[in-house]
C-alpha cells in the first residue's frame, strides 16, 4: 500500500510564541492586515488571548470574535454577510466547536482558513466537513494547521481518548465502505472504486500508524497482565502527540480524497448521532467516545458480514486489547444506555445519514445486542 504523509501546511511548534511568530510572518507575507480571530471563551483564556495580543501588537487592525453559541440560528445569522466583501484569513482557535464554525464561515465567505486547534478530541482539525448543531455541512480544508504542542500537552485526558476514538472509528468506517461496495454499489464505475480505495488507505493508514504506536509503548516483561495495563503517559509525550496529530491530518485528507466523510465515518458514527439526537449532543459522552463504544459494538459482527463476501481487512484489530491499554469503555451500559434503550438507538441510526449505507443497512443482519 502506498504510504502518505502530511501537507508542509501543519507545522508543529513547541511553544505557543513561536507559534505566534510564524502566524505573523504568514500574514505578513501574504499581506494580510485585518485578520479575523475566532474563538471560543475557554480557547481564548487557554491559547487564544496570547496569541491575539501577540498579533495585534503587529496587526493592529486584527480583529477578535468571542464565538456564541454555535447552533442553528449561528450558520443562518448575518455573520458570514458583514465579513463577506473581505479578503483577510479567518483564524479559528479552539476545540471541534470553534474550529468547525470557523471554516464553515470561510467557506461561505471564501475566504483563507488558518486552523489553531487547542485540543484534538477528533479528525475535523483538518476535514473538509464541519458538524454545526448535528448538520454534516460542506467546508474547507484549513490552508494551515498550527499545533502548539504545550497547549496539547495539557489537554484533559478525555479530550485525547475522544480524538484516539474517532481514529478508532475509522476501522469500522472502512468496513461499511467495503459493505456497501459489495451491496450497494456493484454498478459503481471502477475509477469511482480506485479514489474511494486510495481514501480507504489514507484513513486507514492514519489509524494504524497510531495504533501501532500505542501497542508498541506496552509492557516488554513477559507477563500478559503487565502487557495489558493503560500507559496514559504515552498519551502527553511529544512522539505520540505529533503522530496523533498526523493521524487526524490524514483522516482529513481521506476525507477531502472521497469528497465525502465515508472513510472515517460510518456505523458508529451514526449509532452516535442517533445518541445525541435522542439524548442531546454530548450529554451521555463526547463524540469520540460514542464512536469508540459504537466501534466495539459494530466490529465483530461485520467482520462476520466481511468473510461472508470474501473480504479480508487489512489487519485485524484486537479491540479489547487496545481499549484497555486506552482505558476506554467498551459499551453502553458504561454511558447509562441500556440495552432497550439501544435497541431504540440502532432503528434510529441509520435516519441520521440516509444518504449512506452501511451494516445497519442489511435486513438480514440486525445488530445483536450482547454488550
Given at each position: 500500500m502506498r504510504k502518505y504523509d502530511i501537507p508542509e501546511s501543519v507545522i508543529f511548534f513547541d511553544k505557543t510564541i513561536d507559534l505566534s511568530s510564524?502566524?505573523?510572518?504568514?500574514?505578513?507575507?501574504?499581506?494580510?492586515?485585518?485578520?479575523?480571530?475566532?474563538?471560543?471563551?475557554?480557547?481564548?483564556?487557554e491559547l487564544g488571548e496570547e496569541i491575539f495580543k501577540q498579533c495585534k501588537s503587529i496587526l493592529i487592525d486584527s480583529e477578535l470574535i468571542i464565538a456564541p453559541e454555535i447552533n442553528k440560528e449561528s450558520i443562518r445569522n448575518d455573520l458570514a454577510q458583514e465579513y463577506l466583501k473581505s479578503q483577510s484569513p479567518i483564524i479559528g482557535i479552539g476545540g471541534g466547536k470553534i474550529l468547525d464554525f470557523a471554516k464553515y464561515l470561510s467557506f461561505r465567505t471564501g475566504r483563507t482558513f488558518i486552523s489553531i486547534p487547542s485540543n484534538a478530541a477528533h479528525d475535523g482539525i483538518f476535514s473538509p466537513i464541519s458538524v454545526i448543531a448535528g448538520f454534516s455541512l460542506g467546508s474547507k480544508m484549513p490552508e494551515h494547521l498550527m499545533i502548539s504542542l504545550n497547549t496539547l500537552e495539557k489537554a484533559p485526558l478525555i479530550s485525547i481518548q475522544a480524538g484516539i476514538g474517532d481514529l478508532i472509528a475509522n476501522f469500522t468506517a472502512i468496513n461499511d465502505c467495503?459493505?456497501?461496495?459489495?451491496?450497494?454499489?456493484?454498478?459503481?464505475?471502477?475509477?469511482?472504486?480506485?479514489?474511494?480505495?486510495?481514501?480507504?488507505?489514507?484513513?486507514?493508514?492514519?489509524?494504524?500508524?497510531?495504533?501501532?504506536?500505542?501497542?508498541?509503548?506496552?509492557?516488554?516483561?513477559?507477563?500478559?497482565?503487565?502487557?495489558?495495563?493503560?500507559?496514559?503517559?504515552?498519551?502527553?509525550?511529544?512522539?505520540?502527540l505529533r503522530q496523533f496529530i498526523r493521524s487526524l491530518v490524514l483522516s482529513g485528507m481521506a476525507m477531502y480524497y472521497a469528497n465525502n466523510?465515508?472513510?472515517?465515518?460510518?456505523?458508529?458514527?451514526?449509532?452516535s448521532h442517533a445518541i445525541d439526537a435522542i439524548y442531546g449532543h454530548g450529554v451521555k459522552a463526547a463524540h469520540?467516545?460514542?464512536?469508540?463504544?459504537?466501534?466495539?459494538?459494530?466490529?465483530?459482527?461485520?467482520?462476520?458480514?466481511?468473510?461472508?463476501?470474501?473480504?479480508?481487512?487489512?489487519?485485524?484489530?484486537?479491540?479489547?486489547?487496545?481499549?484497555?491499554?486506552?482505558?476506554?469503555?467498551?459499551?453502553?451500559?458504561?454511558?447509562?444506555?441500556?440495552?432497550?434503550?439501544?435497541?431504540?438507538?440502532?432503528?434510529?441510526?441509520p435516519k441520521t445519514r440516509a444518504n449512506k449505507f452501511s451494516i445497519l443497512n442489511l435486513k438480514d443482519n440486525r445488530l445483536k445486542i450482547s454488550n
Open positions: 510564524k502566524l505573523i510572518q504568514i500574514l505578513k507575507n501574504y499581506q494580510y492586515q485585518d485578520p479575523l480571530f475566532i474563538c471560543g471563551a475557554n480557547s481564548y483564556r467495503y459493505i456497501s461496495q459489495a451491496f450497494k454499489d456493484e454498478n459503481a464505475e471502477i475509477g469511482v472504486r480506485e479514489q474511494c480505495q486510495e481514501a480507504i488507505n489514507l484513513a486507514y493508514q492514519g489509524s494504524i500508524e497510531l495504533i501501532d504506536l500505542i501497542y508498541a509503548s506496552r509492557s516488554n516483561d513477559g507477563s500478559v497482565a503487565e502487557s495489558m495495563k493503560p500507559n496514559l503517559e504515552l498519551l502527553y509525550s511529544t512522539k505520540f466523510s465515508s472513510p472515517c465515518s460510518g456505523s458508529e458514527h451514526m449509532i469520540g467516545i460514542q464512536v469508540a463504544i459504537a466501534s466495539y459494538f459494530v466490529y465483530p459482527q461485520q467482520l462476520e458480514v466481511l468473510k461472508k463476501i470474501n473480504q479480508s481487512p487489512e489487519r485485524i484489530i484486537n479491540f479489547e486489547e487496545l481499549f484497555n491499554l486506552l482505558k476506554l469503555p467498551k459499551s453502553f451500559q458504561e454511558i447509562d444506555i441500556s440495552n432497550d434503550e439501544l435497541n431504540y438507538v440502532l432503528a434510529l441510526a
